[in-house]
């Protein structure tokens, strides 16, 4: 979508002047004398330029671009670059076409400096002008990639990172997402990832709440640059809903096997991710959902979380470990050459002990550290940590004797509830007297009765 600058009012149509003086002038300008010949291209510019005829003047300054171009005469290209953009009363919509057609002849030049000298002259007249802001950003991304193709990830970054994209109401919504998701990808290469969190913000995912190709590609290209941010910052949680947001687009679902991979992933950063009321009804979904049986391993793996069992880690390892390490979609979670593989793999013995401790207070009232300590599979030390790590998260009640070394999981109520537990209890109790005497009464009068058949 092009922007249609304001038009003034045209005082003399030039256009049959120009239809006749044009091709002479620009066939000077190439096989005669250069400078004469743009010199009178200047002088009907101006002629046309004052008599406010819009379409004439936009003519003439992309002949007179053309006549730069084709005779290689790039310092003088500069030179009017600036100096057209500059002239009194020019016209926007001239303007607007100039820097079109030196945007469309540019990808002729392969002479990498002499590209990037005409694309910052172009980005210099471009500079707070709303009708070519388009025609900037555009630049401006062409820039970057020159920039990032020479290895200044950091310039290239910058570079993006000028425009405001999300306030251009001209351009396209597809290209705006493009250029925007193309400002995150450069903050990722640089590890920028707090500026990537704020840019990341700025598109809106119903964008891609439609069945179109196009979007439907954007959509994948968008969420894998989001697990790529949560990823680094640790976020598993919102890692593992990006991959099920991904499931719901068409051209995974028609995939099966790019499907299951999606699943697979959404199952092992689910586990990976801190126990919370959010996480636990996660797991419960998808447990629930049928397409999970297509990958039995991983939901068994998520039942074994799920359910309310002590977890033996040495026997997890040699049932799923080798999957986990060695899957051919998996093993890059996991890839112990990395210290991400590493960390993860840390973590997700972290989630199985962390498992252990939310059982042992379900069923456990009062327990010692070393018996504690046994069944994680733990030192004393070690158990104790995670322990007061859980506790300080409020995931589970626990106060520690050090001196006896016993883990109480009981509360103290304060007094309202302490009242209404009692009462509770009391009501509960009544219930069952009044019950068992009822019993006793039926079982008197049953009794009674056979006694009087009898007589």
């Known amino acids: 979508m092009e922007v249609i600058p304001e038009s003034t009012k045209m005082e003399v149509d030039y256009s049959t002047t120009v239809d006749e003086s044009l091709p002479k002038l620009e066939k000077e300008a190439k096989e005669g004398s250069f400078f004469e010949g743009l010199e009178k291209l200047l002088n009907l510019e101006k002629q046309v330029r004052t008599g ?29 670059l600036v100096s057209l953009t500059k002239r009194r009363s020019q016209l926007k919509a001239a303007v607007s076409k100039m820097v079109q057609e030196s945007i469309r002849l540019l990808e002729g030049v392969t002479d990498k400096e002499l590209k ?21 950003a555009r630049l401006t991304h062409q820039l970057s990639l020159m920039l990032e193709e020479e290895g200044k990830i950091g310039e290239a970054a910058n570079t ?16 705006k997402v ?13 590890k920028d990832y707090i500026r990537a969190q704020i840019i990341s913000k700025k598109i809106s995912t119903r964008v891609f709440q439609t069945d179109e190709l196009l979007y439907q590609k954007l959509k994948l290209r968008y969420y894998k640059l989001m697990i790529e941010l949560d990823e680094a910052d640790g976020k598993y949680l919102s890692v593992c809903k990006h991959y ?13 096997e790019e499907r299951k991979n999606m699943m697979r992933h959404s199952v092992i950063y689910l586990l990976l991710s801190p126990f919370d009321n959010e996480q636990s009804d996660l797991a419960h979904r998808i447990l629930s959902e049928k397409r999970t049986e297509t990958i039995p391993l991983y939901r068994e793996l998520l039942q074994t979380f799920v359910r309310n069992e002590l977890i033996h880690w040495g026997d997890l390892c040699t049932k799923y470990e080798g999957e986990l390490k060695g899957g051919p979609q998996s093993s890059h979670v996991f890839n112990l050459a990395s210290d991400e593989g590493n960390k993860r793999w840390t973590e997700l013995k ?14 456990y009232t009062r327990i010692t550290l070393a018996r504690m300590a046994e069944l994680l599979d733990l030192s004393v030390e070690e158990s104790e940590q995670f322990l007061s790590n859980l506790v300080v998260a409020k995931t589970v009640f626990a106060k520690v004797d050090r001196l006896e070394g016993i883990v109480s999981f009981t509360s ?26 009822h019993l006793i009464n039926k079982e008197e009068m049953v009794y009674r009765h056979l006694l009087q058949v009898k007589e």
């Open 52 to 80: 406010a005829d819009a379409i004439s003047t936009g003519r003439v300054l992309e002949a007179i671009v053309r006549v730069c171009f084709e005779s290689k005469q790039w310092d003088a290209l500069c030179e009017q």
């Open 116 to 136: 990037i000298k005409i694309i910052e002259t172009l980005r210099t007249i471009t500079a707070g002008k709303i009708y070519v802001e388009v025609e900037r």
């Open 160 to 175: 993006m990172q000028e425009l405001q994209i999300e306030t251009y109401g001209s351009m396209d919504k597809q290209e």
């Open 178 to 190: 493009e250029l925007i998701m193309e400002q995150m990808r450069l903050c990722l290469q640089r």
């Open 244 to 256: 099920r947001s991904l499931l719901e687009t068409p051209i995974i679902e028609e995939d099966e």
């Open 350 to 363: 972290n989630r199985a002990v962390e498992h252990n401790i939310r059982v042992m207070a379900k069923y």
């Open 412 to 437: 103290n109520l304060n007094p309202p509830e302490a009242l209404n537990a009692w009462a509770g209890n009391l009501t509960t109790l009544m219930k069952l007297v009044g019950r068992t005497t």
